[in-house]
């Protein structure tokens, strides 16, 4: 499949900044199940700096701007082929170990509901691929899709103990559920071409990618009771949500910051 992506991200000031950076992690990956076609990252009116790929194989780039600054507009667009494997992450160059991501964050604080759940899905019998398939099938029975429900402050527990949530919250449990049963787990962000009308809507997705021997690196989205196929784009991965998120930035000044974002993806005919 050959998706077509537009992603611009605003933040606006009510009073101008002094100067603004950003640190955009809105690469494609690069692995067997994704090939980018074209692709272009831009910041209206800024100045690109240094670029990297950092251990976890996500690309960085660093922008600036110089003020008056009143806005700062980001822009991500241009075509993916993709491939589906099963959710399986082959030939995606890292150097992190996978038990770097058996540590804790506070959005994947393990309570005693979580460990409930993890111990209550599975326990060590069984394949490791059989045992993150339970827990990613029992997140999502623990916890209804919910728009509006959460928010971006809201924590593993917190979205379970409500029984409500978003992408980010099964992604956050599943995490936590997973490295309860000692298995690695880590959270990915991307986009979703959710519909088959060919139309363009928003499409910005969240997962997590659990450790399985012998496969390595394996994506699950409890959100949608299914691995990611060809409908997905990974973008990159993190310990959860904060650190894997795609645009980090600092600005200078006294004014409030206000942020829009507008995300469509569309089938492309070949």
Not at 103 to 131: K, N, V
Not at 204 to 210: D, G, L, N, P, Q
Not at 224 to 231: G, T, V, Y
Request: net charge negative; hydrophobic share 35%; aromatic share 6%.
């Amino acid at each position: 499949m050959i998706l077509s992506v537009q992603h611009v991200t605003t933040y606006q000031y009510d009073e101008p900044m002094r100067s603004a950076c950003q640190s955009l992690r809105l690469t494609p990956s690069r692995y067997q199940g994704q090939r980018v076609i074209s692709w272009t990252l831009d910041v209206v009116g800024g100045t690109k700096g240094g670029s990297f790929r950092d251990g976890a194989g996500d690309r960085i780039e660093g922008w600036s701007m110089r003020g008056p600054v009143d806005k700062v507009v980001i822009r991500a667009f241009g075509q993916v082929e993709t491939t589906d494997c099963a959710g399986v992450l082959r030939n995606h160059r890292e150097l992190v170990h996978p038990f770097a991501y058996l540590r804790e964050t506070s959005a994947t604080w393990q309570d005693e509901a979580i460990e409930r759940l993890a111990a209550e899905a599975c326990d060590d019998s069984g394949t490791a691929l059989a045992r993150a398939h339970k827990l990613s099938a029992a997140v999502s029975e623990a916890i209804e899709y919910t728009p509006g429900a959460t928010d971006a402050q809201t924590t593993a527990a917190d979205a379970l103990a409500l029984g409500r949530g978003v992408c980010q919250d099964h992604a956050h449990a599943l995490i936590a559920a997973s490295r309860v049963r000692n298995i690695p787990a880590r959270y990915v962000t991307g986009y979703l071409h959710s519909t088959a009308d060919g139309e363009g809507h928003e499409a910005s997705h969240a997962w997590a990618e659990v450790w399985v021997d012998d496969l390595g690196w394996v994506g699950f989205d409890p959100a949608n009771e299914c691995c990611p196929d060809e409908r997905y784009i990974r973008i990159g991965s993190g310990l959860d949500a904060h650190d894997a998120a795609p645009i980090r930035g600092v600005s200078q000044g006294e004014g409030d910051e206000s942020m829009n974002v507008v995300v469509a993806l569309e089938s492309v005919q070949q």
